[in-house]
């Protein structure tokens, strides 16, 4: 059976940088499960998986576009501490969930200067190219509920 959209598809990835440094895995753990054409990874592995088969092992570079989308440098602002009301440690990596321009969002902390604090509303991995190793493990038909709720039910179910 073919990667098609309302396919059940199961993978084990490996996900790099440009600089080769592993990012994510599911190496050891259990395989990632999704709807493929629902939109529960990104775009461009999601095509990249079109035709696939159970079995077939690929390497893929996704650009930032097709990944977490590019770099917006209006999501990047200095803040008082004053903002951080309650909060005595702050430290670079913190994330907060905040209300920003596009409504509720996560930032992160990215540099402090004494009493200015610079955070990013950006994706972790936005403005980034993804290489992904992917080996896919199992394809099948997905159940009338799972293409209705539009996330895949049972074992390995991460909705």
């Known amino acids: 059976m073919q990667v098609a959209d309302n396919m059940a598809v199961s993978i ?7 600089d080769g440094e592993v990012l994510d895995s599911s190496i050891g753990d259990e395989a990632l499960v999704f709807l493929q054409g629902s939109g529960n990874i990104i775009s461009g592995l999601e095509n990249a998986l079109v035709g696939k088969v159970a079995g077939d092992k690929f390497n893929v570079r996704i650009a930032p576009e097709d990944a977490y989308g590019e770099l917006m440098e209006d999501m990047i602002q ?6 951080f009301e309650g909060i005595d440690d702050i ?4 994330q907060f969930h905040a209300d920003v321009s596009s409504g509720s969002g996560v930032v992160t902390v990215v540099s402090i200067d004494d009493d200015n604090i610079t955070i990013d509303g950006n ?8 290489t992904f190793d992917v080996e896919v493990i199992d394809v099948r038909a997905a159940t009338e509920e799972e293409a209705a ?7 390995g179910c991460h909705h």
């Open 12 to 18: 084990h990835y490996t996900l790099t940088n440009d």
């Open 78 to 83: 200095v803040i008082s501490r004053d903002m």
């Open 91 to 94: 430290e670079v990596g913190m």
């Open 123 to 130: 994706h972790p991995l936005a403005g980034l190219a993804l």
């Open 149 to 155: 709720h539009g996330h895949i039910h049972g074992s």
